[in-house]
């Protein structure tokens, strides 16, 4: 089986950037050439998704005009939070409705994916589909490009997900989610970790370790220094 439908996190301020993203959105930050939600977009639609949502609230108008004016062959559709930025999760319950109980894609387009990620996104899915449990991509802490990254979560030798105090894994910014989490949530704006929390009670969500070194832009400074790397995407 395949997945079909994904979603991509583009609402966020980008407050640790500044003041790059004073003037563009995070999403929209080029990496060898590629801005971040490029990259997210191709490598969905590199794995045979047909259908993507796209969240968007800071500097929204320069995202929607982006996607207007790049053909990328898939369908993509706008879910509005210019009133209200509806935290991570709310934000996944509001642009997904539509698909109902099909499984999808989540991604931050924070992270630099490339072709790398291909692999481990087809991995991922076959992982739901035999456990039938949503899960997370993982890096380990010494594959992450900035060092001050604290850890996550940890996994145990059947790779379920928990929260220690001390956890040697990071949450790269995919997963692998369907609607039936959010049957209990009343509010509109909360945190995915609302979900993620409730699932790791229940012993409901697992992780599968990424092999990429992981870059993730989160800071000014750490922007400036992935742009003196060599990329080959």
């Given at each position: 089986m395949k997945i079909k439908k994904a979603m991509i996190l583009a609402a966020g301020l980008g407050t640790r950037l500044k003041p790059i993203t004073d003037k563009i959105p995070k999403p929209l930050i080029k990496v060898n050439n590629k801005c971040l939600l490029e990259r997210s977009i191709i490598l969905l639609k590199n794995h045979g998704v047909d259908e993507i949502v796209i969240n968007v609230h800071h500097l929204s108008d320069q995202i929607k005009t982006y996607i207007?004016?790049?053909?990328?062959?898939v369908k993509i559709t706008i879910s509005d939070e210019d009133n209200q930025i509806l935290d991570t999760g709310g934000g996944i319950l509001k642009g997904t409705k539509k698909f109902k109980k099909e499984p999808f894609i989540v991604i931050n387009p924070d992270t630099v994916w490339n072709k790398d990620y291909s692999k481990e996104l087809?991995?991922?899915?076959?992982?739901?589909?035999?456990d039938n449990v949503c899960i997370l991509l993982l890096a380990p802490k010494k594959l992450s490009y900035d060092e001050t990254f604290k850890g996550d979560f940890s996994l145990n030798i059947e790779n379920i997900v928990s929260r220690e105090t001390t956890n040697n894994y990071i949450y790269t910014g995919m997963q692998i989610l369907n609607n039936g989490v959010?049957?209990?949530v009343k509010v509109k704006k909360f945190s995915i970790?609302?979900?993620?929390?409730?699932?790791?009670?229940?012993?409901k969500l697992k992780g599968h370790i990424s092999n990429n070194r992981f870059i993730h832009i989160n800071t000014k400074k750490i922007f400036d220094k992935i742009n003196e790397l060599k990329f080959i995407d």
């Open positions: 207007r004016n790049n053909s990328f062959s087809e991995i991922l899915e076959k992982k739901y589909f035999r959010f049957e209990n970790n609302l979900i993620w929390d409730e699932l790791i009670s229940l012993k």
